[in-house]
């Protein structure tokens, strides 16, 4: 199974780097940028490059049913799940370009959806996994042991996590490479633990995505050259929920998610107003507040260090919790 999901990656990796030039100058050509904001003069970058991501993700997971298809002759539920993942996956993508179009004239950021209209457009994404009955209704909950939610299972469960996860994914983003940076580790750690644990259609969605993130990433980084937007994060969301329902793995999926839960606890401080991102002064960020209302604002408030370290900073703390799921 391995070897399959290594190849299953490196088809993501190789057509979202194909895409990417193309997007970029896509992007470019319809005027979609906003300002890289911890930049000195705040230079104009393009945003959305979850599309290419998902471009990726498509043709992996397109290749993997063409392979289950046609050479194993397979005619079972797994390409229905499939299926119903990457069509959840496309979904909330689309909606995120949505928002991503929806730019200030200042091109200081995308303005976005407003808030009562983010969950109303990011449920109909849930809607292939409730069809396919996508999961196991027994859960684990402390204290209580197992419980048999039913019913519940697909028509609540699923519509929350699809609804939390692609916004909390969305609340910690600004820095360069720090969206795809966390998405490599728990992508990475949660495909691992899925193989281990033989859940191959989770694995499939780790290992695909895996791949075409880590694409992203090389453009991504410091200094990017494309912005993720609101596409990529909310497709972020849209994977993790994939990764958790169709591999059953939803324990260590909310563990590998406890930095956006600390996030949300952070953020709710300033009422949501507060932003993530600083401002660039004398080759560090600094941030704009006084107090911590995100995780970066632990480094950027002190205005002692520079965007790549705050990246990597991050990426060590999703480090830290996704090791935690082999031991909790």
Same mark, same amino acid.
């Given at each position: 199974?391995?070897?399959?999901?290594?190849?299953?990656?490196?088809?993501?990796?190789?057509?979202?780097?194909?895409?990417? $030039?193309?997007?970029?100058?896509?992007?470019?050509?319809?005027?979609?940028?906003?300002?890289?904001?911890?930049?000195?003069?705040? $230079?104009?970058? $393009?945003?959305?490059?979850?599309?290419?991501?998902?471009?990726?993700?498509?043709?992996?997971?397109?290749?993997?049913?063409?392979?289950?298809?046609?050479?194993? *002759?397979?005619?079972? *539920?797994?390409?229905?799940?499939?299926?119903?993942?990457?069509?959840?996956?496309?979904?909330?993508?689309?909606?995120?370009?949505?928002?991503?179009?929806?730019?200030?004239?200042?091109?200081?950021?995308?303005?976005?959806?407003?808030?009562?209209?983010?969950?109303?457009?990011?449920?109909?994404?849930?809607?292939?996994?409730?069809?396919?009955?996508?999961?196991?209704?027994i859960i684990t909950?402390?204290?209580?042991?197992?419980?048999?939610?039913?019913?519940?299972y697909p028509l609540?469960?699923?519509?929350?996590?699809?609804?939390?996860?692609?916004?909390?994914?969305?609340?910690?983003a600004g820095f360069?490479?720090?969206?795809?940076?966390?998405?490599?580790?728990?992508?990475?750690?949660?495909?691992?633990?899925?193989?281990?644990?033989?859940?191959?259609?989770?694995?499939?969605?780790?290992?695909?995505?895996?791949?075409?993130?880590?694409?992203?990433?090389?453009?991504?980084?410091?200094?990017? *050259?494309?912005?993720?937007?609101?596409?990529?994060?909310?497709?972020?969301?849209?994977?993790?929920?994939?990764?958790?329902?169709?591999?059953?793995?939803?324990?260590?999926?909310?563990?590998?998610?406890?930095?956006?839960?600390?996030?949300?606890?952070?953020?709710?401080?300033?009422?949501?107003?507060?932003?993530?991102?600083?401002?660039?002064?004398?080759?560090?960020?600094?941030?704009?507040?006084?107090?911590?209302?995100?995780? $970066?604002?632990?480094?950027?408030?002190?205005?002692?260090?520079?965007?790549?370290?705050?990246?990597?900073?991050?990426?060590?703390?999703?480090?830290?919790?996704?090791?935690?799921?082999?031991?909790?």
């Amino acid at each position: 199974m391995l070897k399959s999901l290594i190849i299953f990656s490196i088809v993501s990796f190789v057509f979202t780097l194909f895409v990417l $030039p193309w997007l970029i100058r896509y992007l470019k050509g319809i005027n979609l940028f906003v300002k890289d904001q911890n930049k000195e003069n705040t $230079p104009l970058v $393009p945003i959305s490059g979850g599309l290419a991501v998902a471009a990726g993700i498509s043709a992996s997971i397109l290749f993997v049913i063409f392979i289950e298809t046609f050479y194993f *002759k397979t005619a079972d *539920k797994n390409l229905v799940y499939l299926l119903a993942g990457l069509t959840t996956i496309l979904i909330i993508t689309f909606i995120g370009f949505v928002d991503d179009l929806i730019i200030k004239t200042s091109k200081d950021s995308s303005i976005g959806l407003k808030q009562w209209q983010k969950p109303l457009l990011t449920l109909p994404a849930s809607v292939p996994l409730i069809v396919v009955n996508a999961g196991i209704t027994i859960i684990t909950i402390p204290f209580i042991k197992t419980l048999d939610v039913g019913i519940l299972y697909p028509l609540l469960l699923i519509p929350i996590g699809v609804l939390g996860a692609s916004n909390m994914v969305n609340m910690l983003a600004g820095f360069n490479g720090s969206e795809a940076g966390m998405a490599l580790i728990y992508t990475g750690m949660l495909g691992a633990y899925a193989v281990t644990n033989d859940r191959y259609i989770g694995a499939v969605f780790a290992f695909t995505a895996f791949g075409a993130i880590l694409a992203f990433f090389l453009f991504n980084k410091f200094p990017s *050259k494309i912005l993720p937007g609101d596409s990529l994060t909310y497709l972020l969301g849209a994977v993790l929920v994939c990764i958790a329902v169709l591999g059953n793995i939803e324990k260590a999926a909310l563990i590998a998610s406890i930095p956006f839960f600390i996030e949300f606890i952070l953020k709710a401080r300033s009422k949501f107003k507060a932003q993530s991102y600083g401002f660039y002064k004398d080759g560090k960020i600094q941030s704009r507040y006084e107090k911590i209302y995100s995780i $970066p604002h632990i480094l950027t408030r002190s205005g002692k260090y520079t965007e790549k370290q705050v990246t990597l900073f991050m990426m060590v703390i999703e480090l830290f919790f996704c090791s935690l799921i082999w031991f909790i």
